[in-house]
């Protein structure tokens, strides 16, 4: 009797065994039939050659997914099926383009990724047509065959210690396997573009481990691969809100890891060219997790010495948050002073520039409170014998909104300002400089005649008060060189006392 009962039981032993040797048997039995040749026989080769991408999709894109899809012939156009049958071709081609393909030689062309790229063609022109409907197979088939042609670990590249190193000197490189690949980032960007593809499934598929490898690739060498990634990861951004909290964690760890670790990462550019528009649409107030990604990671952008690679899209950010927020101008203004550069005149100009655009930005009250050492910086660079720095320094004075900062500041800023001018005219080399600093002196004594004759005179007196120091300095060393030199007469020198003789004989 109760062999019966457990007679009737399923064997899950026997069904899992059959799940899992679905795709090799089922390739083995097809390969004497005319429907699904090749989409078992390509996915057999791949998971023998690319073990390591098997166990990710494998774990990802389950098979159980594909349970019940009526395999079609690949090789068929999508004009010769029914409209039932498309969803299942679909499928089918993107089965066949698993097949990774080697690009290292390109005289080496063979038949295989001819085909490849046709279907990828094919596959390309149905989704942009509109009419294709993405199912849930038909969404983890495409995402795997995107995490397989795409996920990839690069090559490290060797630099020569004889070189500087900075990256806005490197050339760039160009992936061989680029006319492929840009087939398969167009098809994953018209994924992700659909209007009618269900965010609520995709997320299942499209998830934190897929971004994440995503966010991977920004490392490539090539820069078509990353302008196709950065508009692929806005769509993602846009069209996933739940996975919003994510991608900014995981690019302000990208960016932590560049600025305190590496200083090496090719797609900052890019992604802060994502963040500017990210940025721009954060809702007022802003809040604390905004803030602290401009504090802990916008700011200390600043400090690598390839911030002229990424400079415009960092200042454009920077820019986009103090227009949500004017009273932030005061934490940037010193975090550029803290990062500001004392040997890299390159760097030092684009610092300029990123101060007078903020600066148009600032409010009086916050411009109060920052304007101190602000401008004894600016009297720095105002003295700089890099003739572009102190040239770009003196066209500040041009800006209006600047200038009229100033000037309802100036009996604070005055006497930061005329010595460093008067320095100039004394002893800069540069004969554009020269006349730049006199056109701001003429412009100061029209502003405020008086205040600028009072400054001068405070400053003859301390320069008078440093002449006399430097003479008593002088004379107190010329006095000490005097005593050391001193030598006693012989006259007056005592003779030694003779030794007393030993009492003890030796």
Not at 179 to 207: P, R
Not at 309 to 337: E, M, R, S
Not at 404 to 428: C, D, G, M
Request: glycine fraction near 2%; charged fraction near 25%.
């Amino acid at each position: 009797m109760l062999k019966q009962i457990l007679s009737k039981l399923p064997r899950k032993s026997q069904k899992s065994d059959s799940l899992d040797s679905a795709g090799i048997d089922s390739g083995n039995h097809n390969s004497n039939s005319s429907n699904g040749v090749q989409c078992t026989n390509i996915g057999n080769s791949i998971s023998s050659r690319l073990s390591v991408v098997k166990r990710v999709s494998s774990a990802v894109f389950p098979a159980s997914i594909m349970a019940g899809v009526e395999t079609v012939e690949p090789n068929l156009s999508f004009k010769d099926v029914s409209n039932p049958q498309k969803q299942n071709l679909f499928i089918s081609k993107l089965n066949l383009c698993c097949e990774v393909s080697d690009f290292s030689n390109p005289e080496k062309t063979t038949s295989e990724q001819d085909l490849k790229r046709q279907t990828l063609i094919e596959l390309v022109d149905f989704v942009s047509s509109g009419s294709a409907k993405f199912n849930e197979p038909a969404i983890a088939a495409v995402c795997k065959m995107c995490a397989i042609n795409l996920f990839r670990v690069f090559p490290p590249k060797y630099r020569s210690n004889s070189t500087s190193g900075e990256a806005e000197d490197d050339e760039p490189t160009f992936d061989p396997a680029w006319y492929s690949l840009q087939l398969v980032y167009d098809l994953l960007l018209q994924f992700i573009s659909y209007s009618s593809l269900d965010a609520k499934v995709a997320k299942k598929y499209v998830d934190h481990s897929f971004i994440l490898r995503l966010l991977d690739l920004f490392e490539s060498e090539d820069p078509r691969e990353r302008d196709c990634l950065k508009t692929i990861l806005h769509r993602i951004y846009g069209k996933f809100m739940v996975h919003r909290p994510f991608v900014r964690k995981a690019v302000s760890n990208i960016i932590y890891r560049f600025v305190f670790e590496t200083e090496r990462h090719k797609g900052i550019a890019e992604l802060l060219e994502i963040f500017g528009s990210i940025i721009s649409g954060f809702a007022i107030p802003l809040k604390e997790e905004h803030k602290m990604f401009l504090w802990r990671a916008l700011i200390p952008l600043h400090k690598p010495k390839s911030v002229g690679v990424y400079h415009q899209q960092l200042t454009y950010c920077v820019v986009q948050f103090i227009d949500k927020d004017p009273k932030l101008a005061n934490c940037v203004i010193k975090g550029l002073l803290k990062y500001w550069p004392i040997t890299n005149s390159q760097k030092e100009l684009m610092f300029i520039s990123e101060l007078e655009e903020i600066l148009e930005m600032t409010s009086m009250v916050e411009f109060q409170k920052i304007m101190v050492p602000l401008f004894r910086r600016f009297a720095c660079c105002l003295n700089s014998f890099h003739y572009q720095v102190a040239e770009r320094a003196h066209l500040i004075w041009n800006n209006e909104h600047i200038l009229n900062l100033i000037t309802h500041n100036r009996q604070v800023i005055f006497p930061l300002i005329i010595p460093a001018l008067e320095r100039n005219s004394l002893n800069h080399w540069n004969q554009a400089v020269l006349n730049l600093t006199q056109n701001i002196r003429k412009m100061l004594c029209e502003m405020d005649e008086e205040l600028v004759l009072a400054c001068q005179r405070k400053l003859e007196e301390e320069n008078t008060q440093s002449i006399e120091a430097a003479e008593k300095r002088k004379l107190t060393w010329e006095r000490l060189e005097t005593a050391a030199s001193f030598k006693p007469s012989a006259a007056n020198i005592t003779p030694p006392l003779k030794p007393a003789a030993c009492p003890v004989a030796c």
